[in-house]
């Protein structure tokens, strides 16, 4: 569902991206939407399936046990990414706390996607090919340091993917893929494996 839009796209320019990201923060975005701005447009995302949020509640909970006291996992934080004039919101972002607490309270900017040192998007049915195509390039573009993909809509089946050290032509060098059942390291600062097993919808 779009909100709102930029003619021909233009979300680049600093005029029409002002104009998208004060429209950006004025919404009232109806409990559990999420509001993204892409291709020079508004986008209203739905509320996720009850597996989705199990999902990201098993990968924020193992997460945790690891995570350096200066790092913080937000579930609702819109990350701009500056060279395309886009903005998300993941299902979960790791950002130091630093970051957080010097943020203007005032405003409900945006953080920038480079700051982020994890990004997790789990697909939905209706979003699964920008989370696999627009938001790898995106996140890879930003220098998000590590991207992870849980894909419950693999054509392989369900998949869980990482993807690290990123491209500035938008893909990443490395990339580690498992599926559903088989563990998932998540290297340094978190040290840690995804028991992709217990996953919802996992078999």
Same mark, same amino acid.
């Given at each position: 569902?779009?909100?709102?839009?930029?003619?021909?796209?233009?979300?680049?320019?600093?005029?029409?991206?002002?104009?998208?990201?004060?429209?950006?923060?004025?919404?009232?975005?109806?409990?559990?939407?999420?509001?993204?701005?892409?291709?020079?447009?508004?986008?209203? @995302?739905?509320?996720?399936?009850?597996?989705?949020?199990?999902?990201?509640?098993? @990968?924020?909970?193992?997460?945790?046990?690891?995570?350096?006291?200066?790092?913080?996992?937000?579930?609702?934080?819109?990350?701009?990414?500056?060279?395309?004039?886009?903005?998300? =919101?993941?299902?979960?972002?790791?950002?130091?706390?630093?970051?957080?607490?010097?943020?203007? *309270?005032?405003?409900?900017?945006?953080?920038?996607?480079?700051?982020?040192?994890?990004?997790?998007?789990?697909?939905?049915?209706?979003?699964?090919?920008?989370?696999?195509?627009?938001?790898?390039?995106?996140?890879?573009?930003?220098?998000?340091?590590?991207?992870?993909?849980?894909?419950?809509?693999?054509?392989?089946?369900?998949?869980?993917?990482?993807?690290?050290?990123?491209?500035?032509?938008?893909?990443?060098?490395?990339?580690?893929? =498992? *599926?559903?059942?088989? *563990?998932?390291?998540?290297?340094? *600062?978190?040290?840690?494996?995804?028991?992709?097993?217990?996953?919802?919808?996992?078999?």
């Amino acid at each position: 569902m779009t909100a709102a839009f930029v003619e021909n796209g233009q979300a680049s320019d600093g005029r029409a991206w002002d104009y998208l990201l004060q429209t950006w923060r004025e919404l009232d975005v109806p409990e559990g939407w999420r509001a993204e701005i892409d291709e020079g447009q508004i986008v209203l @995302v739905p509320p996720p399936h009850a597996h989705h949020n199990g999902i990201a509640a098993r @990968v924020q909970r193992r997460l945790y046990a690891t995570l350096p006291e200066d790092l913080e996992i937000y579930q609702t934080l819109g990350i701009h990414i500056a060279p395309l004039g886009k903005l998300y =919101v993941p299902d979960l972002v790791v950002m130091p706390t630093e970051l957080i607490a010097a943020a203007d *309270p005032e405003t409900s900017d945006p953080m920038d996607a480079s700051e982020a040192l994890l990004v997790v998007e789990i697909t939905s049915r209706g979003n699964a090919r920008e989370d696999r195509t627009k938001k790898y390039r995106a996140y890879a573009r930003a220098g998000v340091p590590m991207y992870l993909l849980i894909d419950r809509f693999d054509t392989r089946g369900p998949m869980v993917t990482l993807f690290t050290e990123p491209n500035e032509d938008g893909t990443f060098k490395h990339t580690d893929a =498992v *599926p559903f059942g088989k *563990p998932l390291t998540v290297p340094s *600062p978190f040290d840690v494996q995804l028991p992709t097993g217990e996953f919802p919808g996992a078999s």
